[in-house]
Every structure is written in structure tokens, then in C-alpha cells.
């Protein structure tokens, strides 16, 4: 595992070493746990956002073309 150094200020610093304390953790623990938090929710972002422009576009066309789909899908079922 690369070696990284990074510099906080001393109340992020005191904040981030009373959380390592009181869960009985390493400081570089909780480091990495947050950093790999944070690109998991930036991931996560980014797949709702594809998601949504996908949706977007699957369900182009007026109000009426898509009621008129759904309720023959929906026929269909029964």
C-alpha cells in the first residue's frame, strides 16, 4: 500500500484523532475507511445520474403516448 502524506488543520486533526480514539482504530484506518467512503458515494453519484439520463431518454414522447403504452402493457398482464 503507497505511503500518502496530507496536512489538516488542528481542529479537523483533533476531531478526526478523537474519532480514531473512541472507535479504538488507527488514525490511518479511519483515513482510508472515509477516503474509500467518499469515492464509493462519488461512484454512486454518478451511476444515479447515468441511470436518470437513461430514463430520460427511454421515456421521451407526450403524456398520452406514454399512458397509452402503460395501459397496453398493463392489458397485456391479465
Known amino acids: 500500500m503507497p505511503i500518502v502524506t496530507f496536512y489538516l488543520n488542528k481542529n479537523d486533526y483533533e476531531k478526526v484523532r478523537a474519532k480514531a480514539l473512541m472507535e479504538d482504530i488507527p488514525l490511518s484506518k479511519l ?40 395501459t397496453e402493457a398493463d392489458a397485456c398482464r391479465r
Open 31 to 70: 483515513i482510508r475507511l472515509s477516503v474509500e467512503k467518499y469515492i464509493l458515494s462519488e461512484e454512486q453519484k454518478k451511476a444515479r445520474k447515468e441511470i436518470l439520463k437513461l430514463l430520460k431518454r427511454e421515456l421521451q414522447g407526450s403524456w398520452e403516448e406514454v399512458h397509452k403504452e402503460r
